[in-house]
């Protein structure tokens, strides 16, 4: 597999890290952080993100759609394909649900070499409370045929991606599609879902990182055998050459973030606390929930203290908030880690796990902080 500038790879070996030259600085990664962004740290303390907070990934470009004229193409292996209105869409049983969602490279900026993409650091996730109807209702309804293998969900958003012109589509297993809790979304935090967020329908599929959870919804596909579309069969997968076929990214892995505690440095973001009790507490969550642990260090990851995890998730597929108190000494300089372990024994690491596409990244995080004297 052959890439140029704006792609991974070239000539089958990782690009490595552009650091030098000013002219030469980050020139993909600036593009795309102009037009996607993160949540501040700070809006862990609430448990619904407010929405304009919410992590915001667009792949392509934000379609105009004309919710009058838009419908819901739903095909193939069925007995009874349809097409859906978005007013025959909220006629249907209606479910609201408070989903986590991380997109999959989140973590990519802290990898060494760094992937060329998005290039986020910790902060692409949020938590909002989806309504919609359940996929599985418009499947039965349709009559899935015995040899139905996938499901494909088709966006509006349209462009070139590795080469390829495409739409943004996406593929979920026939179990996880027919899952209670995979939801066509047209509404999100008690409003209309924003036109970056994907208007006028959604897909969320709770557990999965984010690429999974297509925007813009205009076709839903049953076929029976396995999708080899672009993002499917190359993009989101974990690979450490360009020649390997690689692991399908899914579910989330286990993550623990901290609210940075006391005031930052401009730009550095580095820490001032007093000395004295303090405060530290965050948000953890995976896509096997529920958190069962989460530990919180002072020494960079030298040594661990238990925090107290709360049974406070907004929902089971939702994050739930932790807390620990620091005896913080004075004065010195300190590295703040923390880290999540999930209901299947899966605890985060402290070194990162280095792969192409730089997704998965759910190494430890650090927040380096002064205690003043």
Avoid at 46 to 52: A, E, K, N, R
Avoid at 292 to 298: D, G
Avoid at 349 to 364: I, Q, R, Y
Wanted: aromatic letters at 10%; hydrophobic letters at 40%; one cysteine or more.
């Amino acid at each position: 597999m052959f890439f140029g500038r704006g792609g991974r790879y070239v000539s089958g070996v990782p690009e490595a890290p552009r650091l030098s030259h000013s002219e030469e600085i980050f020139p993909e990664e600036l593009v795309l952080a102009f037009r996607n962004h993160g949540v501040p740290l700070e809006a862990l303390r609430w448990p619904i993100t407010p929405l304009g907070l919410h992590y915001l990934l667009t792949h392509y470009d934000i379609p105009a759609v004309d919710p009058n004229s838009w419908t819901l193409e739903v095909g193939g292996r069925l007995e009874r394909p349809m097409r859906l209105s978005l007013e025959d869409l909220r006629a249907r049983p209606q479910r609201t649900l408070a989903v986590t969602m991380e997109c999959a490279g989140n973590g990519r900026a802290r990898m060494t070499p760094r992937p060329v993409g998005q290039a986020w650091l910790v902060e692409a996730v949020g938590t909002a409370e989806w309504t919609g109807t359940a996929l599985r209702g418009v499947l039965e309804e349709a009559g899935v045929l015995p040899d139905a293998v996938e499901v494909v969900f088709a966006g509006l958003d349209h462009g070139v991606e590795g080469g390829v012109e495409q739409d943004y589509q996406r593929a979920l297993p026939m179990a996880e599609a027919l899952d209670d809790d995979v939801l066509l979304v047209y509404e999100v935090n008690g409003v209309t879902l924003p036109p970056q967020h994907g208007f006028p329908l959604r897909l969320v599929v709770p557990g999965w990182y984010g690429m999974g959870n297509v925007k813009w919804l205009a076709r839903i596909t049953v076929v029976d055998e396995p999708f080899t579309g672009f993002q499917n069969s190359w993009a989101y997968r974990l690979r450490s050459g360009p020649d390997e076929e690689g692991v399908p990214v899914t579910r989330m892995k286990p993550r623990a973030l901290m609210v940075p505690p006391g005031y930052p440095d401009f730009p550095t973001r580095r820490r001032y606390i007093a000395p004295g009790p303090c405060r530290i507490e965050g948000r953890a969550w995976s896509g096997h929930p529920p958190v069962t642990a989460v530990e919180v260090s002072t020494d960079g990851g030298g040594s661990w203290e238990t925090a107290v995890v709360a049974d406070d998730a907004p929902s089971p597929h939702a994050w739930q908030s932790w807390s620990w108190t620091w005896e913080a000494p004075s004065p010195g300089d300190y590295e703040l880690c923390c880290r999540a372990t999930d209901g299947r024994g899966h605890t985060q690491p402290t070194e990162a796990f280095w792969n192409l596409g730089g997704f998965t990244n759910n190494v430890v995080q650090r927040v380096p902080v002064t205690v003043l004297g």
